[in-house]
């Protein structure tokens, strides 16, 4: 298929997908578009791990309180373990009512469908060299399915592209059932919920950043390159690198789309390349400042730099 059909293929398939039926996975049934109940139950998790030290209580943090995700990520020992705390989380009261109140908007595109509601963990190998790094949930995509990218036009096109290039089993994600698979690829955000107008603001950011931190350091051993989808992103990510070891410069680099740096890692791991990507929303598709085109040429690049292309 010659590069415009393909990119006519990526901007339309969103009218195709809606279309579509979809399973209701057990799974993720938490929230109908009816239902006006909390979607999961409130539960508890120790701080850490194991048996506490001598003399010392080991605390227990509700997800609701605003320190849970400070609490319950740092203890998590591998990228599953990590990705069944996520879910759990309602460390941001605006955030919660939000994503509970698009769950019951009753769009008729969505009608009498299952919503996740709850905040999105990663998607992808837990050995992947090669991170994706978007911004947040969009309201009536992942925070729908349960599921990064999935759902939505912005999951269309970054899916479509990632199966150009060999890195995805399927060009259209519609449900966290549909049999999608990664290769080499995992994809997370620095929030992990949907908020109001896609704009999270400072604090829910930094609220969230220890989920992001957490899984940057289990992926460390393989990860080689990251893609950050727009500035946000990119802003987030940052710090998060250099407390993690990784010799990000000072001044910190400015986003921009094609952007290439190189982070020197923590003693005895390798370099980390950054990639800048305008990110994959519908306005920057639609008017477009981001083409297929653009995006593959990015995603091709942190590939072969992870050495999956």
């Not at 938490?30 to 539960?43: A, I, K, N, V």
């Not at 227990?60 to 020992?77: E, G, L, V």
């Not at 460390?91 to 709850?118: H, I, M, S, T």
């Not at 250099?242 to 990000?248: I, L, M, Q, S």
């Amino acid at each position: 298929m010659v590069a415009a059909a393909v990119d006519r293929r990526i901007c339309t398939a969103t009218g195709c997908l809606r279309n579509l039926s979809r399973r209701a996975n057990p799974a993720l049934t938490l929230f109908r578009t009816s239902d006006t109940s909390r979607p999961f139950p409130l539960g508890r998790f120790p701080e850490r791990r194991g048996p506490p030290a001598s003399g010392t209580v080991t605390r227990m943090r509700a997800p609701d309180d605003p320190a849970y995700p400070r609490a319950a990520a740092p203890a998590a020992a591998t990228v599953a373990d990590l990705d069944a705390r996520v879910p759990r989380c309602a460390a941001c009261p605006r955030l919660v009512g939000w994503r509970e109140e698009k769950a019951r908007d009753d769009l008729p595109a969505y009608r009498g469908q299952e919503y996740w509601a709850r905040p999105v963990p990663g998607f992808g190998p837990p050995d992947a060299p090669l991170l994706i790094v978007g911004l947040a949930p969009a309201a009536h995509g992942a925070n729908r399915t349960g599921r990064m990218f999935t759902g939505d036009r912005s999951g269309d096109v970054l899916c479509a592209a990632l199966y150009d290039l060999g890195l995805a089993s399927r060009p259209d994600p519609v449900a966290a059932d549909d049999g999608l698979t990664l290769r080499g690829v995992r994809m997370s955000s620095p929030v992990r919920c949907a908020p109001p107008q896609n704009r999270p603001t400072p604090g829910e950011r930094d609220t969230c950043r220890p989920w992001l931190a957490r899984e940057l350091e289990l992926l460390a051993p393989a990860l080689r390159s990251v893609v950050v989808l727009g500035a946000f992103g990119w802003q987030a990510l940052l710090p998060v690198l250099a407390a993690a070891g990784w010799a990000v410069p000072r001044p910190r680099p400015a986003f921009g789309h094609g952007v290439r740096i190189t982070l020197d890692g923590p003693a005895g791991s390798r370099p980390l390349d950054l990639f800048g990507c305008y990110h994959v929303s519908q306005r920057n598709v639609f008017t477009g400042r981001l083409t297929p085109a653009m995006l593959r040429e990015v995603l091709d690049g942190a590939a072969r730099t992870a050495g999956i292309r």
